[in-house]
Structures are given as structure tokens and as C-alpha cells.
């Protein structure tokens, strides 16, 4: 974080002590009410949609309230990606209202309201105890090492604040009064930059070991200190993550790299021995060449896409795969190349295949970035021909542009002279007199080196 974002970041944190300061008036609950004067929620800053459900819910009957890190995000003076609603309402009652919805999830129900492209996401409350708000039996399911299942339980807002991850994220935006309900003082956490796991956190992370790369997540969006007894136990949990489906770790990693702060989160990721259960090739190459270009091109690639994000630009996470697993590849191939005898581009090829199929167990790459992927990797080679039709060839291919930015990447690393790609960006740019001077100019310059090697034969 930049100075001026901590300097930014601490006047606003200041500001939240002052609002929250004073003691907070109390109900017959638990909850901390935070009243609309004392608080920096505003109507304006919330999606128009997201105030049509909350409306039409309170105006039914039910509670109904903002929740979670829209609501977080608000306070502390974030654009908040998605606006999520909790109610008392079960998933029935809430289709019930909107003939716009959608009931989705096995794991738990929810109810997705429809408008246009936006979603807003409705959730019932979500309970602890042995049956749910209409006295229906348990419907937890755990595994033997404690992981959450099935968890159709309904309850109370308290209980569904209980429920949640982090303190920050268990406030509530009541739209009856507009006030704030803060249940795990989580207005506290938020006014000292801490970020804490609610309820046991070894439990917790059992429960579903995904809330530990949330926890870097956060703590690098927010720019938050991780509270000790969060901390503790991913040095030791980390593991856990091979129990988590391929499918639903890609979907992380791509929150986790395209969140802006890409750089932060890896090393983050590093530091408590998580990234090595997402991409433990990649790790065994970064361990063995700590100095050496795996570190340089992976947090180059990372510090690149943050500044594409900053600028607006659009990132695919094919790219950032490809950046991941490339030192992997590249000492596949050469091993390849040299046990078996293969030449470079079918060692590649085989490489290739082998390294997307080893990763895909633990974070499943989808089709159409595995194919972007490969076809970047393979084109690398193709820049060493500089002379005859080939540069042509290659300029044409419709890979092109993200297969020059990858080579632009290793330049920056030094696994690649710099000459190398200062030749594509001229070659680019080139008028067709000189594209054809540079090929034939390369050309000669071959054959002037290998008239030399004859001659000293």
C-alpha cells in the first residue's frame, strides 16, 4: 500500500472511531445499533436494485437486511463489487416475491433476484442449533475432518452473524431504520484495521478450508493485520486445501491474482505455505531458484497485471496461469530434452501436456485458457527466427500479441537478451521496406557467422 493510500486509509479509520466512538444503544439482542446519524451509509451508494429487494421484503413482512462486504466496504468508503441481502424469509417465501428469482445451491439454498445482468444474491438466515427457524431437523453434514457439507439450517440474525467468516464482514444495513447491527463487534475491527475469524479459528478453517485464502484475500484488499489467533493456525492447516474440488480453487485463484493487489496476495500466499497446495510445481521451482528468474517473472507477471487493473485494462487469467506455470514447463521440456533425446519443440509439446495435466488436480484450468496457455508457451520458440517468411508468419498468428507480451516478461526477468525483444517491437513497427531489411539483414549476418565457423574449421 502506497503512503498515500496508508496516510488515506488512517484519516478514514479516524473518522469511524469518531462516529462510533460513543456507546452504542442497545436491544433486548446482542447486537451493537448503530442509529443512521452516527453512521456514513448511504442510500446513493447502494445499488437500485439492491434497495427494490430490500424494500419489497420489508414492505412483506420480513426482515431485511444488507449484509456482509458490501456493507463493510460502504463504511469504509469502498466501491463494494456486489450488494448481498440476508432475510428471515425462506428461499420459497423470497421466489414467492420475485418473479425474477431463481433458487440455486445444494450446500446451503439461496435465492438469486434477476435484473438484466445484475444479480443480487438473497440468503436466509442461517442457523447453529439442531433444527432450524420452523423446528426442522438437523441439516449439517460434516466430513471426518470436520469440513461443512450440507447446511440447510435456518435461525435467527443472530445466529446467522455467528455464522459468518470475519467480524468485519457480520454487519447489517437495516433497511427499516437504516441502521447498522454489528453482533461480533466488528465495527471495533474495523476501527483498529484488524482482521479476525469468527467463532474457533482451527474449526472454522475445518469447516472449509477455502476461508484461509480468504483470510490473505482480505487482509491484503483492506490492508487489515491478520489478529494472531486467525493467524496461528495456517501454518499448520494448509493442507486442507487438497480436499477442495479443482473447480472451486480455480475460481479462487482468479479472485485471488485479479483482485488488484495480486502481488501482495502472493507473497502473502507464500508466506503461510498456501500457494504451495494451489500450484506446488511452481513452488518447487521458486524454492529451488530463490534468486533466479521463477521469482522474477511470476511477481513481475503479478505486478503487471495490477497495473493493467489500475489502468482499467482488461486481464485474462490464462496469462497469469501461463506466467505461473512456465518454469515448470521450461524444465520439463529440458529435461525431457535431455533424458529422451526429443527435440526442443516436441520436448516442449510433452512438457506442455504434462504440467497442465499434474495442475489440473489441484486447480482445474479451463479449456479455453488451457488452450491460450499453450499456444503462448509454444510460440516462444518461434521468436529465435528472425529471418525469411517466419517473422511474417509469426506477426499473422492470432496469438501473437499475448505470445510477444510473454516474451517481453522474460526479457524483463533476463531469462531472454534483450535483444531479442527489442527485434519484435521494431519488427512490429516497421514499414514493409524495412520489415524486409531486418529479415534479410538477420539472414546475412547467419550466414557471415556460419562462413566464419567453416573457415576456422
Known amino acids: 500500500m502506497s503512503d498515500a493510500n496508508k496516510h488515506s486509509s488512517t484519516g478514514l479509520l479516524k473518522r ?23 453512521h456514513n ?14 424494500y419489497r421484503l420489508n414492505k412483506a413482512g420480513y426482515q431485511a437486511c444488507l449484509v456482509g462486504g458490501g456493507v463493510r466496504d460502504l463504511i469504509l468508503g469502498l466501491e463494494p463489487k456486489d450488494f448481498d441481502v440476508a432475510t428471515n424469509a425462506s428461499p420459497e417465501e423470497i421466489k414467492s416475491l420475485f418473479r425474477n428469482c431463481r433458487l440455486i445451491g445444494r450446500r446451503f439454498r439461496l435465492a438469486h433476484v434477476f435484473f438484466g445482468r445484475e444479480i443480487i444474491e438473497v440468503a436466509t438466515f ?27 439450517v435456518y435461525g435467527t440474525i443472530e445466529e446467522d452473524a455467528r455464522r459468518r467468516d470475519f467480524t468485519v464482514n457480520a454487519l447489517y444495513y437495516d433497511i427499516k431504520d437504516y441502521s447498522v447491527l454489528d453482533y461480533m463487534r466488528g465495527m471495533e475491527d474495523i476501527e483498529q484495521g484488524v482482521l479476525r475469524i469468527i467463532g474457533d479459528p482451527e474449526q472454522r478453517y475445518r469447516e472449509d478450508p477455502v476461508r484461509m485464502l480468504r483470510v490473505a484475500r482480505f487482509a491484503v484488499k483492506l490492508g487489515f493485520k491478520i489478529h494472531a489467533d486467525t493467524e496461528k493456525p495456517l501454518f499448520e492447516l494448509a493442507p486442507l486445501l487438497g480436499d477442495i474440488s479443482p473447480s472451486r480453487l480455480f475460481d479462487e485463484s482468479v479472485k485471488l491474482f485479479l483482485s488488484g493487489q495480486a502481488l ?20 518447487i521451482e521458486l524454492a529451488r531458484e530463490e534468486e533466479g528468474f521463477p521469482v522474477m517473472l511470476v511477481a513481475q507477471a503479478m505486478n503487471n497485471t495490477d497495473e493493467r487493473l489500475q489502468q482499467g485494462k482488461s486481464v485474462t487469467p490464462a ?21 529422451e533425446g526429443l527435440p526442443a519443440f516436441p520436448a516442449m509439446q510433452k512438457a506442455i501436456a504434462q504440467v497442465l495435466s499434474r495442475q489440473s488436480r489441484h486447480t482445474a484450468i479451463p479449456k479455453r485458457f488451457s488452450i491460450f496457455m499453450r499456444e503462448v508457451w509454444q510460440l516462444q520458440g518461434r521468436f529465435d527466427f528472425m529471418s525469411g517468411m517466419r517473422p511474417y508468419k509469426l506477426l499473422a498468428h492470432p496469438r501473437f500479441r499475448a505470445a510477444y507480451d510473454f516474451l517481453l516478461l522474460r526479457v524483463a526477468c533476463g531469462e531472454v537478451d534483450a535483444e531479442l525483444g ?31 565457423k567453416q573457415d576456422a574449421e
Open 16 to 38: 469511524i472511531a469518531r462516529w462510533f466512538g460513543k456507546p452504542a444503544s442497545q436491544s433486548n439482542s446482542s447486537a451493537h445499533i448503530i442509529a443512521r446519524s452516527r
Open 422 to 452: 527489442d527485434w519484435w517491437t521494431r519488427f512490429q513497427r516497421a514499414s514493409s521496406s524495412e520489415k524486409k531489411k531486418m529479415t534479410r539483414t538477420r539472414q546475412s549476418g547467419k550466414r557471415r557467422q556460419r562462413s566464419r
Open 126 to 152: 442461517r442457523g447453529q442449533g439442531e433444527s432450524g427457524a420452523d423446528g426442522a431437523k438437523e441439516q449439517r453434514a460434516h466430513t471426518d475432518e470436520g469440513r461443512l457439507l450440507r447446511d440447510n
Open 41 to 54: 451509509i448511504s442510500r446513493e451508494n447502494i445499488s437500485e436494485n439492491a434497495l427494490k429487494v430490500l
Open 264 to 283: 501482495q496476495t502472493f507473497e502473502m500466499l507464500r508466506h503461510y505455505g498456501l500457494f504451495a497446495h494451489l500450484y506446488p510445481m511452481t513452488e
Open 319 to 339: 496469462f497469469i496461469y501461463a506466467a505461473l506455470l512456465w518454469e515448470p514447463v521450461r524444465q520439463m521440456a529440458l529435461d525431457i530434452n535431455t533424458e
